[in-house]
């Protein structure tokens, strides 16, 4: 996996550092940022880290962004304070973030729980989205109850609660084939080892409280109090978060357009890089 930091650093020759932000119940939230000019925060999805935007990091930052990437509370290098792995505790690290890096008139790239957590974010602590942030990036997102319609995410919850998938993530043969379920058409076989591997890093433990929150907590009824302009990606191919998901929230966002991706599913940070790219700098 790329080292973004130094990566951005050897080829645009930006400002970059690493940073640990302190949420509001001691949280430890692991970040990575380099570049100048207006603000994008890459927030990434359910058992993945940082390193899931390998290929925007860099890109961005040529673009003339100054980009920050954090690992969710439980993810990554990344620790939980003192409210655990809830939702709602993993909502307000966000606000963290933004805060201790002054973000102003930013644009919010969330994936998949991302997305989730960004929307929760927005709607408990309103007027610091308001303040900070000016547009939204959704991609493979979801507002709760991730499992409606969704055979693929009811089968394989039993398996991650039981940590069996595990075993079956560790066996190169097997594991390969169910990552490359996350992915459209074409599976690139890099990109799959690569996403195994950030799975096999995580602590399944930790995160159960976060797939718990996916699968039963709703907010649609509520999104509708977000003003927040939004761009909704979705991979046409999506089984991890499928479309009906990002219908709904088109729906429920007052301010809201969607972007459909043929032949993509839901690994858009490696299926399609340049949209989400595109997508920022048409803000």
Not at 175 to 185: H, K, M, N, T
Request: hydrophobic share 45%; glycine share 12%; with cysteine.
């Amino acid at each position: 996996m790329l080292d973004l930091v130094s990566d951005a650093k050897a080829r645009v020759g930006a400002q970059s550092g690493v940073e640990v932000v302190r949420g509001a119940d001691g949280s430890r939230i692991h970040c990575v940022h380099a570049g100048a000019g207006p603000s994008v925060v890459l927030a990434h999805g359910y058992l993945l880290e940082l390193g899931a935007y390998d290929l925007v990091f860099g890109e961005l930052v040529r673009a003339g962004y100054h980009v920050i990437a954090f690992d969710q509370r439980g993810h990554g290098r990344s620790q939980a304070g003192s409210d655990g792995h809830r939702s709602a505790a993993a909502a307000s690290d966000y606000g963290a973030v933004l805060e201790h890096f002054d973000v102003r008139d930013g644009t919010l790239v969330a994936h998949s729980m991302g997305s989730f957590l960004g929307l929760v974010f927005c709607l408990r602590h309103g007027a610091l989205a308001v303040r900070r942030l000016r547009r939204l990036v959704v991609l493979g997102g979801t507002g709760g109850v991730v499992g409606n319609g969704n055979l693929q995410t009811r089968l394989q919850v039993p398996l991650l609660k039981s940590g069996l998938v595990r075993a079956l993530w560790r066996f190169p043969p097997t594991g390969r084939a169910f990552v490359s379920q996350l992915f459209g058409e074409k599976a690139d076989p890099h990109f799959v080892e690569l996403t195994r591997a950030m799975l096999l890093r995580q602590d399944l433990r930790l995160s159960l409280p976060l797939l718990h929150a996916l699968t039963h907590e709703s907010y649609y009824a509520h999104l509708h109090d977000i003003p927040i302009e939004t761009r909704v990606i979705c991979g046409e191919l999506d089984r991890t978060c499928p479309p009906v998901h990002s219908r709904r929230l088109v729906a429920a966002l007052p301010n809201a357009t969607v972007q459909w991706l043929p032949g993509i599913g839901h690994m858009l940070g490696y299926e399609a890089p340049e949209v989400i790219v595109q997508a920022v700098r048409s803000a």
